[in-house]
């Protein structure tokens, strides 16, 4: 069920968190840990060592980002979100500013202007890092429809979309009733939709689509392949 595919899902993140947290090294956290890794709308309120390992804390803009219900209180799931460790379907928008983060680099608007002037960067990318760049893509794309972008960012976003070809969203595309969804907008998926998310296909997992607090997924879909209402 969808809700057992987001147990899983959050399962996997945290202990992927936890991984990253007690295994990396100090040195390296303090470098990765400065005010460019963190996105907007997000600041550092301090951190603790009560559950044996060093965790640092983050309070949040609510009404420009969205954190699921289920998560708002697990620190260390949300401190390797907030710094990139780990891409997640439950918080969103989230937008960096400086590529100066390892994790973050791919989903900063420096690095997109960077791909805007040449587009040869995003055709190199490996698939694992585009989709890391599809997913910022998204989020830019959610936070275009909060009006949190600029004029400028607004339209840098509409020239990355129309980069994003056919060839990704056959990568990374799930097939709902029929009719293929991408977890990001593309030159030809630019139509949003909210549905309940199918297990149909495996062709990428669940947790590339965002989901709101009721639980139904941010798709994109073709406009023109829409003959019916999702």
């Not at 390892?102 to 694992?128: K, M, Q």
Request: hydrophobic share 30%; proline share 5%; with cysteine.
């Amino acid at each position: 069920t969808l809700h057992q595919t987001r147990g899983k899902t959050y399962q996997r993140m945290k202990r992927k968190g936890e991984e990253l947290s007690q295994g990396e090294d100090p040195e390296a956290k303090k470098q990765r840990f400065t005010k460019y890794t963190l996105p907007r709308y997000v600041t550092f309120t301090g951190s603790d060592e009560s559950s044996g390992f060093k965790v640092n804390h983050y309070q949040w803009e609510e009404d420009k980002l969205f954190v699921h219900p289920s998560v708002k209180t697990d620190s260390l799931l949300l401190q390797n979100v907030f710094e990139g460790q780990i891409l997640s379907p439950m918080v969103y928008p989230l937008i960096y500013n400086e590529k100066c983060g390892t994790n973050t680099r791919l989903r900063s608007t420096e690095f997109y202007r960077e791909v805007d002037n040449d587009h040869s960067i995003y055709i190199n990318l490996t698939p694992e890092d585009k989709l890391t760049f599809l997913v910022g893509i998204r989020d830019l794309f959610i936070a275009s429809c909060r009006s949190l972008l600029d004029d400028i960012e607004t339209n840098l976003l509409k020239r990355l979309v129309n980069i994003i070809t056919s060839k990704e969203e056959k990568l990374f595309s799930k097939i709902i009733h029929n009719l293929p969804v991408t977890p990001f907008p593309t030159a030809n998926h630019k139509s949003l939709r909210f549905i309940p998310l199918s297990t149909e296909s495996e062709s990428i997992e669940d947790q590339y689509f965002a989901r709101n607090d009721i639980n139904l997924s941010l798709v994109f879909v073709d406009p023109t392949s829409l003959s019916y209402q999702i």
